[in-house]
Each structure stands twice: as structure tokens, then as C-alpha cells.
């Protein structure tokens, strides 16, 4: 797998039946190893490991209710009183971040009201903070370390 901007990290890596698998220490099980994933695997160290976001608060692959369609969203991490500080949309390194990545995770983000958002794939990094009151966003430098 290619080289992603991010901080160096250890992964467990298996392989088996002629594919790749990396483990989720997330959800705790191996998932195949594709594009990706291998972003998702690093933005998971990245807020676990550098950012310090409790594994405890943090969330990968889950389903979702969008418009009556059922959707997946790549992470999520919540405040301790259960809403949602962070939405992280994950696209392989191959993948252009456009602006329909963006309309993407506001539509995600209509229902779950996350406090920011991170668009990556695994090159280029989006952070925004949102302000739900006044529908609008700002884009930041970086992302808030946990400090809770």
C-alpha cells in the first residue's frame, strides 16, 4: 500500500486466501485490506494515537438512515454525553476530494449534527467546524486534539 500523509504507525497485517487483511482495533476483527480501508485504518491511529481520542468514544463502518436510503458512514467519535463531536469521511488515495465528497458527508452530517468534520484520502486532509445555528462551517488548519 502507498505512502498516505500521516504520522508512521504499526499494523497487523495478514493474509489468507490470497488476500490482504488489516486489523481494526476498533472492531476489533480483520477487514480486508483495500485503498480505503488503509486510509481509514490510518485515520483511526492518527485520532487514537496522535490526536489521543479514546478508543472508548470512537466508532467504524457503522449504518446510517439518509433520505430512507441506508448508508455507512467511515468514522465517527462522539462526545462522553453521546452526540457526535467528529464525521470523518474516508476515500481511497486514488479518489479526488470534490465537492461532491463534501455534499456527501453535510448530507450525512444533517442527521448527526457532528460538531466537525474531516474529509481525507490519506493525502489530502479537510477539517471543518461547523456552526449548526447559523448553518455554516469554517475550514481549519487541523483538527482538536481531544481534551476532555
Not at 86 to 95: D, G, H, N, S, T
Request: charged share 25%.
Amino acid at each position: 500500500m502507498q505512502a498516505l500523509n500521516f504520522p508512521p504507525y504499526s499494523f497487523r497485517i495478514k493474509n489468507s486466501q490470497n488476500r490482504q487483511y488489516i486489523f481494526d482495533d476498533i472492531r476489533k476483527k480483520f477487514v480486508v485490506l483495500q485503498p480505503e480501508e488503509w486510509v481509514r485504518q490510518h485515520v483511526l491511529h492518527f485520532l487514537v494515537y496522535t490526536k489521543n481520542y479514546p478508543k472508548s468514544l470512537v466508532n467504524a463502518e457503522k449504518q446510517l438512515t439518509v433520505n430512507k436510503l441506508k448508508k455507512r458512514y467511515d468514522i465517527v467519535v462522539f462526545n462522553s454525553d453521546g452526540s457526535i463531536f467528529l464525521l470523518v469521511e474516508c476515500k481511497a488515495p486514488e479518489i479526488k476530494i470534490t465537492q461532491s465528497t463534501f455534499d456527501q458527508i453535510a448530507r450525512y452530517n444533517y442527521q448527526l449534527k457532528a460538531n466537525y468534520l474531516m474529509v481525507t484520502n490519506g493525502l489530502e486532509h479537510y477539517y471543518c467546524e461547523m456552526d449548526h445555528g447559523n448553518e455554516k462551517y469554517r475550514f481549519l488548519e487541523e483538527i482538536p486534539d481531544f481534551s476532555r
